[in-house]
Structures are given as C-alpha cells and as structure tokens.
T-cell receptor
C-alpha cells in the first residue's frame, strides 16, 4: 500500500522554542492531509485538515497560531508547534487519503513524539 | 457529536484463543465504520471496514459486522497469533464529513505463546 512518512520520529525541545514536523506521502499525491494528536490512553483527536495551496481547516478548540500548518506541495505537509510548552507534549500523527477506483483509504504516518521540557 | 467507545485494554490472550474487541458508536446519519491496527513502531493501517448496516468487513482472519440496531462494530478473530499483537482502533467517518475519522481510544492486544 501507499506510504506516509513523518520526520522526526521523536523530538525533545525546550519550552518556548518552535518545532516543525513533516508529513510526506512517498508514492502518491495528496491534496489533503490530516493532523491528529494522541494523548496516552486516549483517542486520536483530529486537529486540522491541511489543504494543498490553501489555508488549513482547524477543528474547534485548536489554536491556529499555535499549530501552524503549511501544505507546500502535493506530497508534503508541515505542522509547526510554535512557542512550545510542556502541555504540548504529545504524539502527533498525520494521514493522507488515496483514492483508488473510487475507494478511498487513509494512510497514516508512524507518528512524532514531542516532549517539551 | 460523534463518538466511538472501545473496550479498554490491554487484552492478553494465548495463541489460538478467540478474540473479541468491542466497539460501539454514537453518530447521526449513516457512518462508515473502520478498524485500524497499529503494529509497534508503525503507522495505523486499515484492517477492515463496512459502509452500511449489516455489511461484514473481513481481512486477515478478522471480521466485524456493522450492527445499526446496537450501534456496534465488534472485532473478532477465531484464532489469534503472536503476530496479531498490536493496538486496534475503531473509527467512523460520515459521508460529507470530508473523510474525517473519529477514533476510539484504541485497545492493545498482547498474544502470548
């Protein structure tokens, strides 16, 4: 199946710094990608929909200025956590849908674990 | 809003045991239902899905039937293997929902020899 990668897989940063996470679709193009956040023992929570060539669509309660999303090309979306704080520590996962003969399947990246000290 | 409830884990079974992981949902309209699996160190993978009531999704020996009357989509496998050890997520999406998925909390399955 299709492959989605994320980089980095793990990052530790100091409070107040910004962290960029990349999501790439390796063998298909994606005009839309999704960013999720997962807390321990909790659901994946959709944060935003990344749209190639236009602004991201954020879910209710997600701070746009805090979580900057840029969908620079048909294979790359980035999530930047600005001025990170310890409460931003979490597991961030992206996904990209691929359509094949009218059937659409979401392909997920392996996730990025962020720890803010 | 829409929600998915899964049984809490971890679930520990011996190899060849029967597996059931319960999943119920709350949603307006007629959602599609999914089971995703996440093996250690990997991304979520679609295991199976069902798009309408009474549909049965199946893959790799796993099955789940879309039960509208009980709003359930329980995952079953007749004989688990050690290689099935993973975290299993139940999820739903709705037509017109922009492919957004609503996930359950995930259930960790450990299969021992």
């Amino acid at each position: 199946g299709a492959v989605v990668s994320q980089h980095p897989s793990r990052v530790i940063c100091k409070s107040g710094t910004s962290v960029k996470i990349e999501c790439r679709s390796l063998d298909f193009q994606a005009t839309t990608m999704f960013w999720y956040r997962q807390f321990p023992k909790q659901s994946l929570m959709l944060m935003a929909t990344s749209n190639e060539g236009s602004k991201a669509t954020y879910e209710q309660g997600v701070e746009k200025d805090k979580f900057l999303i840029n969908h620079a090309s048909l294979t790359l979306s980035t999530l930047t956590v600005t001025s990170a704080h310890p409460e931003d520590s979490s597991f961030y996962i992206c996904s990209a849908p691929q359509a094949y003969f009218s059937q659409e399947t979401q392909y997920f990246g392996p996730g990025t674990r962020l720890l803010v000290l | 809003g829409d929600s998915v409830t899964q049984m809490e884990g971890p679930v520990t079974l011996s190899e060849e045991a029967f597996l059931t992981i319960n999943c119920t949902y709350t949603a307006t309209g007629y959602p599609s239902l999914f089971w995703y699996v996440q093996y250690p160190g990997e991304g979520l993978q679609l295991l199976l899905k069902a798009t309408k009531a009474d549909d049965k999704g199946s893959n790799k020996g796993f099955e789940a039937t879309y039960r509208k009357e009980t709003t359930s989509f329980h995952l079953e496998k007749g004989s688990v293997q050690v290689s099935d050890s993973a975290v299993y997520f139940c999820a739903l999406s709705k037509v017109g929902g922009g492919n957004k998925l609503t996930f359950g909390t995930g259930t960790q399955l450990k299969v021992e020899l």
